[in-house]
């Protein structure tokens, strides 16, 4: 569980968004997730089914009223347990969309993330009380309005669980070439239906979900480790320093230089 606190509004920040549990506190909240655009305020949610770069900001902020939001990952051994023994499972909804949704956080599922930040009172009760409410989030989730997308996290032959195979293969070996074919062998597809079930899930197509991650990880690289442009672009898998430039700039923005002095700056 990581928690947040901004005073004022911020540029769109690119990351790896894991399976979580994404909850606006206070403030308001953007999330672009390929061309797919979500926005949740206050007493809201967003729940990231499989992990996906993403770019997130701050919409809405300042020093009177600071956003605040709360990030709990998602264990998808937990939501197992939890709908084996629930007494009719959850029909899962059609595949045909984004592996993200937002709602509203409110009822049973409101309670236990209250009552997972008041543990923080008490820290010698966590290990004995974190994983029961953990299992009640679960709960909630799976028989709540949303039960229908949630599932699919969790049946072993859902589209959505058999795309997120792949992605953990892609993730572990994003600087190599891309073989579609080898994808979509893990997800138990034909490389025409992996293609078209991948860009339905998360908005990119595997090569645009792969350069975002070269990307992502190329800038954390210069900002962190002090890594240059052409060392950064052949550490995430690109063979010319000057296409990574391209590609760069127009994720970001601005050339992987400037870009990677001004988050030094704001880090400062």
């Not at 293609?195 to 908005?203: D, G, I, Q, S």
């Not at 979900?209 to 550490?235: C, G, P, T």
């Given at each position: 569980m990581n928690f947040i606190r901004l005073s004022e509004k911020t540029q769109p920040n690119g990351m790896i968004y894991v399976p979580s549990l994404c909850i606006t506190v206070q403030g308001a909240k953007e999330v672009t997730f390929g061309d797919s655009v979500f926005d949740?305020?206050?007493?809201?949610?967003?729940?990231?089914?499989?992990?996906?770069?993403?770019?997130?900001?701050?919409?809405?902020?300042?020093k009177e009223r600071p956003y605040i939001g709360i990030t709990i990952d998602l264990d998808v051994g937990i939501f197992r347990e939890v709908m084996d023994e629930l007494d009719e499972a959850p029909t899962p909804t059609n595949d045909q969309g984004i592996g993200v949704f937002a709602a509203t956080l409110e009822g049973g599922l409101a309670d236990c993330v209250e009552r997972l930040v008041r543990l923080l009172d008490t820290p010698r009760a966590i290990p004995i009380l974190r994983p029961t409410i953990l299992r009640e989030i679960c709960y909630w989730l799976l028989t709540g309005p949303n039960a229908g997308e949630v599932c699919k996290l969790v049946l072993p032959n859902s589209h959505m669980r058999r795309i997120a195979d792949a992605i953990y293969l892609l993730r572990g070996n994003f600087t190599k070439p891309v073989r579609i074919e080898h994808l979509a062998a893990t997800a138990r597809?034909?490389?025409?239906?992996?293609?078209?079930?991948?860009?339905?899930?998360?908005?990119?197509?595997?090569?645009?979900?792969?350069?975002?991650?070269?990307?992502?990880?190329?800038?954390?690289?210069?900002?962190?480790?002090?890594?240059?442009?052409?060392?950064?672009?052949?550490?995430?898998?690109?063979?010319?320093?000057?296409?990574?430039?391209?590609?760069?700039?127009?994720?970001?923005?601005?050339?992987?230089?400037?870009?990677?002095?001004?988050?030094?700056?704001?880090?400062?």
């Open positions: 949740y305020g206050e007493m809201a949610f967003l729940l990231v089914s499989v992990e996906m770069p993403a770019f997130g900001r701050v919409t809405r902020a300042s597809m034909s490389p025409s239906s992996f293609h078209h079930h991948f860009k339905l899930l998360t908005a990119m197509t595997p090569l645009q979900y792969q350069k975002r991650l070269r990307l992502l990880e190329a800038r954390r690289l210069m900002a962190s480790e002090d890594i240059n442009v052409s060392h950064a672009a052949f550490q995430v898998g690109y063979e010319s320093p000057s296409q990574f430039s391209r590609d760069y700039s127009r994720m970001f923005g601005t050339p992987p230089k400037r870009n990677v002095t001004e988050l030094k700056s704001i880090a400062v």
